[in-house]
């Protein structure tokens, strides 16, 4: 079954570090997400973004955050000067465009720690 | 704005037994979708079972099914013979089909425990 691949599994950075995390989102799937979940906290939208551009974007999505599309398969996150409250576990999701696209998919999520 | 709430924060089930988890959301759309989300310890989001608003069915899948209330704005998942597998947190989402991302709204999740 097509999945959503993250790398890395697991990061621990400087504060002040920039950051990148990527995806390979499914193959078909032209919707693209980053949510993050800070441990004990519920899931948070960051972005959304189709052809090429942000669909939309959350509070929490300011301007030390970042999305790209470098080529045909990944979709990347960065993040310019981390912070410590930016620890949190990182999902990228994917779904198709087609109305019925209905459900999106996650990765198995990028860890983030802020040290 | 859509919010989603999860009004249990814990919930234990035996092993072989039922529980129901309940979500309630805020919406003033007709169309939408809801979902129910697993979390097992490895913290992967595992798609457990979807509900498009303009179907009157409950959504069965195996042993989890729903039951959607659209006038009530409730949307609870019961999972039935409970299995020590489904230990996990388990989060209700609302997705609107008008917004331009479609984005996913969380509610805050249900652990459950199965006992053996």
């Known amino acids: 079954e097509p999945e959503v691949t993250q790398t890395p599994s697991h990061q621990v950075t400087q504060m002040g570090q920039e950051v990148i995390l990527r995806c390979v989102p499914i193959?078909?799937?032209?919707?693209f997400y980053w949510y993050r979940q800070i441990l004990g906290q519920k899931v948070e939208f960051l972005v959304s973004?189709?052809?090429?551009?942000?669909?939309?974007k959350s509070e929490i999505f300011d301007d030390q955050f970042s999305v790209e599309r470098p080529d045909g398969s990944n979709f990347t996150l960065k993040i310019r000067s981390t912070k410590l409250e930016d620890s949190a576990m990182y999902f990228c999701?994917?779904?198709?465009?087609?109305?019925?696209?209905?459900?999106?998919?996650f990765g198995e999520g990028s860890w983030l720690t802020v040290v | 704005a859509q919010t989603v709430t999860q009004s249990q924060p814990e919930m234990s089930v035996q092993e072989a037994e039922t529980v129901t988890l309940s979500c309630t959301y805020d919406?003033?759309?007709?169309?939408?979708?809801l979902f129910w989300y697993k979390q097992p310890p490895s913290r992967q989001m595992i798609l457990v079972i979807r509900?498009?608003?303009?179907?009157?069915q409950n959504a069965t899948e195996n042993r989890f099914s729903v039951n959607f209330q659209k006038a009530a704005k409730s949307f609870s998942l019961k999972i039935s013979d409970s299995q020590l597998g489904d230990a996990a947190m388990y989060f209700c989402?609302?997705?609107?089909?008008?917004?331009?991302?479609?984005?996913?709204?969380f509610g805050g999740g249900t652990r459950v425990l199965v006992k053996p």
């Open positions: 193959s078909n799937h032209l919707y």
């Open positions: 509900q498009e608003a303009y179907k009157q």
């Open positions: 973004f189709y052809n090429n551009e942000i669909s939309e």
């Open positions: 989402a609302y997705r609107s089909l008008k917004a331009a991302g479609n984005k996913l709204t």
């Open positions: 919406t003033s759309e007709s169309d939408y979708y």
């Open positions: 999701a994917s779904r198709e465009v087609y109305l019925g696209g209905n459900t999106i998919y």
